[in-house]
């Protein structure tokens, strides 16, 4: 038994790592996958695997950041699959720089990415989820939200900020039957560490002895994603080898 089936997810930054392997592992349980990625030849690939697998696939270039082009995006993937049950909200940048060479617009894209953009992307499909009574949503925030990184103060503020706008929007969503959750990875083996400072690292390398994959996130999502977590809501997940 396929623990997605009938499921269609949109899964934001799919062109590349954790939101890949999301939509590789959930299209693999049954799940129809509506692939968003701002870099829209990154798409190719998801979408290949997808659909090799049989499973309705849709690729949705656009910036998580730009609320008209996020609700364009959600439209059609609800037009196309006819719904979409499952919100992964996992599209994200880490440049790190220390505080003192922080410029506002590096700040600034910091919050839109990842504050802006889970804004946009819940309210683009939140609407549609409560008329269908169920819905899941689960975004992927960081470890650096709990710990606070070096270099990273204006990812890990976006990030303890998604861990906020989870919990309050899980509670206010009671009883609609839409559940919010978070996974919280720690280091995994994607693009995204090209950004991050040796450093940072070096500091959490998981005790477990070995880096996260793509794949441990995706499973931890999957788990989310599913009826069996109906009872579990505003959670935040952290998925990263014991590295506290
Ligand atoms: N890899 C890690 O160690 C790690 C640890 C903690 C949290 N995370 C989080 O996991 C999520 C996925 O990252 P990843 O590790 O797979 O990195 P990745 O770089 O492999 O993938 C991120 C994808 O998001 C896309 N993206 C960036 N900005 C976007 C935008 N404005 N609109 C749409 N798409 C956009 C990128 O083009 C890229 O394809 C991010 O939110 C990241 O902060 C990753």
Known sequence: MMRLENRNALITGAGSGIGQAMAGLFAREGAGI?????????????VESVSALGR????????????KAVQAGTDRA?????H???????????????????????????????LYGVY??????????????????????????????????HYSAAKAGQVGFARALARELC????????????????????????????????PIGRIGQPDDQAYAALYLASEEASFVTGHTLQVNGGAF
Request: aromatic residues 4%.
């Open 56 to 67: 309705k696939a849709l690729a949705l270039p656009f910036d998580v950041t730009d609320l």
């Open 175 to 206: 009883g609609t039957g839409i559940t919010v959750n978070v996974i919280a990875p720690g280091l995994t083996k994607t693009n995204i560490l090209g950004e991050v400072d040796d450093e940072v690292i070096r500091k959490y390398e998981p």
């Open 84 to 114: 979409i049950d499952i919100l992964c909200a996992n599209a994200g940048i880490a440049p790190t720089v220390d505080f003192v060479d922080m410029t506002p617009e590096a700040w600034d894209r910091m919050i839109k990415v990842h």
């Open 78 to 82: 609800i037009g196309e699959f006819g």
């Open 120 to 153: 946009n992307c819940c309210k683009a499909v939140v609407d549609h989820m409560i008329e269908r009574g169920h819905g899941r949503i689960i975004i992927t925030s960081s470890m650096s939200a709990i710990n606070g990184d070096i270099h990273l103060t």
């Open 34 to 46: 509506a692939a968003n990625d701002v870099e829209a030849d990154r798409l190719t690939a998801t």
